[in-house]
Structures are given as structure tokens and as C-alpha cells.
């Protein structure tokens, strides 16, 4: 594809998103796609630990994006052209290269994003808004949990980790096959969970992990969580209850719930985020501080 077929023709493309260009694809493990995606728009994208894709919902017609409204709100193709926009997190930026990559949990058939990640090839086009995203503060133990659609992230937390942290990691997978070998510093245990057949969403392999950890009484104390809803809403409790975590010091949520796609999650749900969730976020962008940790991937 051309160039020129990164911009559209008319009113102008909304300024919160670029079009990035598929540059290579690779097959992570059996259930787990990485997108390498690159081209001019990438340069001075910032920082974040999530961002929004813009999806094309068809190969047989040119790509149509949001522009932008007096009021400097998107304005939104109309179906059947409306691109599908999902969450997902920033596996790696490397500036140097000029590349993004972001990992997609292949769901087999049903999954709009995995599909696009899954027959995807070098030269497609998709949208990026952000990144973006609520952050964890620095501690002498950071915890974190997630399930298989969170690996991604939780491997990109892991690694911007400094040499002394030291931590727990936990994340559920269906099975010994989707390990991935994820580097973190050496005070910091990664332990994977297997499903061993059983459905996603339907264990507490989480959260017997968590409830089950011994927990630091001798340091401060930071916590990611990202699971399937009743699993994040189950270990927040815990961490807000029993062990009296701080709203600053805990991010937790619902990367998706059974039944329902992101969109009518995130509409109905808001991915099961609390006040107390919000509170912080204001809380930090009125201080401007953050690592970088947060919300989800599908």
C-alpha cells in the first residue's frame, strides 16, 4: 500500500489517532499472535502502557477513520465502514526501530480482534489511539495477577522493572503451552497457573494464588490485577479488605466478562473499575505521576 492511502480524502482525520502499518507478524505460541507495526506516524508516539485500535472491518474496501468534529470530537464513519475498536497493550516500543509491537490472545472463531491478528499481513492498516493509561506507584513489592489475555502486559510491566524490585507474578494460561519465557528481575516470582481444559473464567486459580501469597509486612506494597470480571472484582475485594491496600497503590479490573464483547462490557460495566479506581486516576493526573500500568488486552 501506499503511502497516500494513510490519509483520507475530506474532512480531516481526527487529531487523536495515527494509521500504522503492519510491518511483520509472528506466532508467539499456538494461542498467541504478535502484530509488529510501524510507518511515518509512529514518530513521537508517547508513552503508555494501553492503547485503542481502530480495526478495519473489511479487506475489501479502503479503511475509513473518524474525523474530526467542530467541536474537536470524532466523528464517526457509518456502518458497514465504522472501524471496531478494541484495547490492547503495548507489548514493546522500541523508538530505535520504529516499531510497536502488541500481542493478540488468539479466541478462535467469534473474536473480531484475534481474527485481524490471525490473517493479518504485512502492508494492512489499522488505527492507534493513545497510549494511555492509569499507573501503579513505585514499592518494595509489586504483585501482580492477570490471565492469559493479560500476559502481555504484565510482561511489559515486568520488564520495565528496576534490578532490585521484588515481587510476585501470577498469570493464568490454559495450559504449559502458552508459557512464555519473560524476562524480570531476579527478586521478582513468575509462577504460570493451567487451566489443564477448564473454560477460561471459570477457576480461582487466581485467586487462591493470591489469597494464598505470603504477603510483605516489612515493605510498601503495589498491585496489577486484570482478569476476567468476577475474578478482578474478587481479588480487589481482598486486597482493599484483608490486606488494606491503598486505592493509589492497587489497579484492578475486568479485561473482559463472559458472554459480553468489550464494547458492551466496557458500555454496561465500565470494566467493573470502582470510584475508588477513578478517584486515583484524577488523583495522578493532577500530580503527573506515573509508571505506566494499567487496563487490557483481549
Known amino acids: 500500500m501506499e503511502a497516500a492511502e494513510m490519509t483520507q480524502a475530506g474532512p480531516r482525520r481526527h487529531r487523536g489517532m495515527r494509521v500504522l502499518r503492519v510491518l511483520r507478524t509472528a506466532r508467539i505460541t499456538p494461542r498467541m499472535q504478535r502484530l509488529v507495526l510501524g510507518g511515518p506516524e509512529i514518530e513521537g508516539i508517547g508513552e503508555g502502557p494501553n492503547l485503542k485500535l481502530l480495526l478495519p472491518p473489511s479487506r475489501t474496501r479502503p479503511p475509513c477513520w473518524p474525523t474530526e468534529g467542530a467541536d474537536g470530537r470524532p466523528i464517526w464513519p457509518a456502518d458497514p465502514d465504522r472501524p471496531i475498536v478494541r484495547t490492547y497493550s503495548v507489548r514493546a516500543l522500541d523508538r530505535a526501530r520504529g516499531e510497536l509491537h502488541v500481542d493478540f490472545v488468539l479466541h478462535g472463531a467469534g473474536g473480531v480482534a484475534s481474527a485481524f491478528a490471525q490473517t493479518a499481513e504485512p502492508g494492512d492498516l489499522l488505527g492507534i489511539g493513545g497510549p494511555g493509561g492509569r499507573g501503579l506507584p513505585a514499592a518494595g513489592f509489586h504483585l501482580f495477577a492477570g490471565d492469559h489475555s493479560a500476559l502481555p502486559s504484565i510482561a511489559a510491566h515486568l520488564g520495565r522493572l528496576p534490578d532490585e524490585a521484588r515481587g510476585a507474578a501470577f498469570i493464568e494460561l490454559p495450559g504449559p503451552e502458552e508459557e512464555q519465557d519473560l524476562p524480570r528481575p531476579p527478586g521478582v516470582a513468575l509462577t504460570f497457573l493451567h487451566r489443564n481444559g477448564a473454560a477460561a473464567g471459570t477457576t480461582r486459580l487466581l485467586q487462591e494464588a493470591v489469597f494464598a501469597l505470603d504477603w510483605p509486612t516489612d515493605r510498601s506494597v503495589a498491585a496489577w490485577i486484570a482478569a ?25 479490573v475486568g479485561y473482559w466478562r463472559r458472554g459480553m464483547s468489550e464494547t458492551a462490557y466496557g458500555a454496561a460495566y465500565d470494566h467493573d473499575r470502582d470510584a475508588d479506581y477513578h478517584r486515583a486516576a484524577r488523583e495522578e493526573d493532577s500530580h503527573g505521576h506515573h509508571e505506566g500500568n494499567d487496563d487490557h488486552q483481549h
Do not use: C, F, N, Y
Not at 228 to 252: F, N, Q, W, Y
Open 228 to 252: 476476567e470480571s468476577d475474578a478482578a472484582r474478587e481479588i480487589r475485594a481482598h486486597l482493599k479488605g484483608p490486606r488494606g491496600m491503598k486505592p493509589r497503590d492497587l489497579v484492578a
